[in-house]
């Protein structure tokens, strides 16, 4: 997945949705690292759609704020996890 993620700059998005996935799926932390890699196992099909040549066509937007919430919730969407609001991981202790 190396340089086609790295080279569009979608680190914003990956943290993101890396963060909403510890929200919901931290405990217990037995196994956890086996559980998230299950759960991310699909973005490394997604990988070709992330590649520079038409990038922009396939994820058309207004603006890099706009693109990123469309990449982050197609990245959740495939792994199936589920958005948490700041407000909701403030409340986690």
Do not use: N
Not at 22 to 49: C, F, G, L, N, Y
Not at 62 to 83: C, S
């Amino acid at each position: 997945m190396g340089s086609a993620w790295a080279g569009i700059g979608l680190s914003t998005s990956l943290i993101r949705v890396c963060a909403d996935l510890a929200a919901v799926d931290a405990q217990p932390s037995d196994a956890r690292v086996s559980r998230w890699e299950h759960r991310i196992r699909p973005w490394t099909e997604m990988a070709k759609m992330f590649r520079s040549e038409g990038f922009y066509e396939r994820f058309p937007a207004k603006g890099q704020v706009e693109r990123v919430a469309r990449i982050q919730k197609e990245l959740a969407r495939v792994a199936r996890i589920e958005a948490v609001s700041r407000a909701e991981r403030k409340k986690k202790p």
